[in-house]
């Protein structure tokens, strides 16, 4: 059973961090490597965006829109990635989830909630 558990959203001003993490797990990670791990997010009557991706070999994508701001990274040994958000802004404001892709399956996680206040 595949298993992506989430952690570090929370409330903030404008300006600030936060760090969010993603631990996956379940057997198919002991069998294949992850293609790629990232992060998306949707705010209230949004569609689900993505944010960023990073593939095993370390090259990244962003949304134009958090260029500059986030940063992802992955722990390959761990199965585990992080967003590192900075200079948050209220359009930030959204359930962030993360996303496994392994053999051209899907697995999400529960979603985070970010909030940023102006």
């Known amino acids: 059973q595949v298993q992506l558990v989430e952690s570090g959203g929370g409330s903030v001003q404008t300006g600030g961090s936060l760090r969010l993490s993603c631990a996956a797990s379940?057997?198919?990670?002991?069998?294949?490597?992850?293609?790629?791990m990232g992060w998306y997010r949707q705010a209230p009557g949004q569609q689900r965006e993505l944010v960023a991706d990073?593939?095993?070999?370390?090259?990244?994508n962003y949304a134009d829109s958090v260029k500059g701001r986030f940063t992802i990274s992955r722990d390959n040994t761990m199965n585990t990635v992080f967003l590192q958000m900075n200079s948050l802004k209220p359009e930030d404001t959204a359930v962030y989830y993360c996303?496994?892709?392994?053999?051209?399956?899907?697995?999400w996680g529960q979603g985070t909630q970010v909030t940023v206040s102006s």
């Open positions: 996303n496994v892709k392994v053999r051209g399956l899907n697995y």
């Open positions: 379940g057997r198919i990670f002991s069998i294949f490597s992850i293609d790629v």
């Open positions: 990073i593939i095993s070999g370390s090259s990244t």
